[in-house]
């Protein structure tokens, strides 16, 4: 059974840092996409990043270039660290895992790539 549990959410001020971090179980070898999307209030879940696995490659979205970063360990697991936070990142933050046969790089933060996710940890930034 998959499992994806993400920690390190809290509440910080504009220009603050939080690491974000994803534990993975019961992930297969056919997983090679690992993910961090988010979600703010009144708005649709939206792609961060994506890490294709054969690559070690991340793909991710123009609004957090240059200020989040992911890095992965052997087992699955991912790491979020996030620099210079703005009040427009405030969102649930969720990470997930799935499948990339081709595509890379564009269909990195296509969610329907994604058939594992977790259950979210909260980020807010105060102005």
């Known amino acids: 059974q998959v499992q994806l549990v993400e920690s390190g959410g809290g509440s910080v001020q504009a220009g603050g840092s939080l690491r974000l971090s994803c534990v993975a179980s019961g992930l297969t070898d056919s997983t090679n996409l690992l993910g961090w999307f988010r979600q703010a209030p009144g708005k649709e879940r939206e792609g961060v990043v994506g890490i294709w696995t054969p690559f070690g490659a991340a793909v991710y979205a123009d609004s957090v270039k240059g200020r989040f970063t992911i890095s992965r360990d052997n087992a699955k697991n991912t790491y979020l660290e996030m620099i210079n936070l703005k009040p427009e990142d405030t969102a649930m933050y969720y990470c997930?895992?799935?499948?990339?046969?081709?595509?890379?790089?564009?269909?990195?933060?296509?969610?329907?790539?994604?058939?594992?996710w977790g259950q979210g940890t909260q980020v807010t930034v105060s102005s």
């Open positions: 997930a895992a799935g499948r990339l046969d081709s595509g890379f790089p564009r269909q990195s933060l296509d969610q329907s790539k994604y058939n594992h």
